[in-house]
């Protein structure tokens, strides 16, 4: 099943009716006057990033819209809710700085607004980003030519477009994804095809260790399976129990993932 895109959510199970239908949601760069203009107070001047999500559900009533926020409130049945959900968000929110509104009407639903302060990299810190993605896409200048067929998984598409093509060079076959759901299904048509997988964590749609848990052995076969992330492995330790996952810390020059992908498959 093609999992929601970013903007969208999907209902699983039993849930609030707010957590049934959430029909849209986005970003914006705003100042603390758009948020007073909402109605949206106190809030300190400057600039923030907002992250905004409208439900349809019934709305909140008067009698409950000043706990929202407070622990194991909840108008769920008994042992079907602990009522700390909103309360960890506010407090996760309050200790970045940040803050968290809503605003609700009966029949209508509900439209909830975090907002965190935007962060202005220095001049220095723009030329860095820089210098690391130039190195990421610079051609490899060494000997690392192989055999093998690398399934390559990544949403940015300049960074997948560049790898794909350095990788073609070094003799490699490469299919490449946009997504995990997109590399599910290219598993699915060819289960076992592949001698490396190598996959961005995070991404739209379906993530990394997502597509891995839900390929199963079947699909991947004796694959091995390469994780490109700028997030500790941590996030997803689980995996590295069930598969024999291997990771590399991003950035990544291109240099440094073919003499990888080249020792991988020659441990093979």
């Given amino acids: 099943m093609r999992r929601a895109r970013r903007g969208a959510s999907t209902a699983r199970g039993s849930a609030a009716p707010a957590r049934l239908a959430l029909p849209s949601g986005r970003t914006a760069r705003v100042s603390a006057e758009f948020a007073r203009g909402l109605g949206h107070h106190p809030i300190e001047d400057g600039e923030y990033v907002m992250i905004e999500v409208e439900d349809t559900g019934a709305g909140i009533k008067p009698e409950h819209a000043a706990k929202i926020f407070r622990p194991y409130h909840s108008t769920k049945e008994a042992g079907k809710g602990t009522g700390l959900g909103l309360a960890t968000s506010y407090g996760i929110v309050k200790q970045s700085g940040g803050y968290i509104f809503f605003s609700t009407k009966l029949g209508v639903g509900t439209t909830f607004r975090i907002f965190l302060p935007a962060y202005q990299p220095t001049a220095e810190e723009l030329e860095e980003i820089a210098a690391k993605e130039r190195a990421l896409l610079t051609p490899v200048s060494k000997d690392v030519s192989g055999r093998g067929r690398i399934l390559f998984v990544e949403d940015l598409v300049p960074v997948r477009r560049a790898t794909v093509r350095n990788l073609k060079d070094c003799g490699y076959e ?67 129990e069930q598969y024999p996952v291997h990771y590399m810390s991003k950035p990544v020059t291109m240099e440094q993932l073919v003499g990888r992908v080249k020792e991988l498959l020659a441990a093979a």
Wanted: charged letters at 20%.
């Fill in 174 to 240: 490469v299919e490449e994804a946009g997504d995990g759901q997109e590399a599910l299904d290219i598993l699915a048509k060819k289960p076992g095809a592949f001698d490396i997988i190598i996959s961005d964590v995070s991404m739209p749609v379906m993530t990394g260790p997502e597509m891995l848990e839900e390929a199963g052995q079947a699909m991947i076969g004796n694959a091995k399976v390469l994780f490109l992330s700028g997030y500790a492995p941590e996030s997803f330790s689980h995996m590295l």
